[in-house]
């Protein structure tokens, strides 16, 4: 049967399929995002990567771990995520390919979260 469709027609046939299932795949990704959106709140630990970051009042905490980062008006689970975020994306724009491991380091009383790399001898302060 396909092989009576002259050349030309197949090749149409062929684009408005293309078109469909790029459209089809534009919206499922979108309806992705609008689930991850709200699904979200949920913040993988960077340091043990089997607990969720949760925040109180005080702190940010992890329940796999023994991370526990302070709260104040700077710092909260959000501005984590989104700090976390852009640490990922600024070790990508070097170029290196390794994956980056995050730490935490207590002094002074005070928790800071790094991300380390060897590849490219990365170290720096994420929050
Ligand atoms: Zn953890
Ligand atoms: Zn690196």
């Known amino acids: 049967m396909?092989?009576?469709v002259p050349f030309a027609e197949q090749e149409s046939h062929v684009e408005t399929w293309e078109e469909q299932e790029d459209e089809y795949?534009?919206?499922?990704?979108?309806?992705?995002?609008?689930?991850?959106?709200k699904v979200q709140k949920e913040t993988w630990c960077?340091?043990?990567?089997?607990?969720?970051?949760?925040?109180?009042?005080?702190?940010?905490?992890?329940?796999?771990c023994e991370l526990q980062l302070s709260k104040d008006n700077e710092v909260n689970l959000d501005i984590l995520r989104v700090r976390l975020a852009d640490a990922h994306t600024e070790h990508l724009d070097l170029g290196c390919r390794l994956k980056p491991k995050f730490c935490s380091e207590t002094s002074f009383g005070l928790t800071?979260?790094?991300i380390v790399c060897q590849g490219c001898n990365t170290f720096e302060v994420v929050i």
């Open 2 to 4: 396909a092989f009576s």
């Open 25 to 37: 795949l534009a919206r499922a990704v979108y309806e992705h995002m609008q689930l991850n959106d």
């Open 46 to 64: 960077p340091i043990c990567k089997q607990g969720k970051l949760q925040e109180n009042r005080q702190l940010i905490y992890c329940s796999g």
């Open 112 to 114: 800071a979260l790094y």
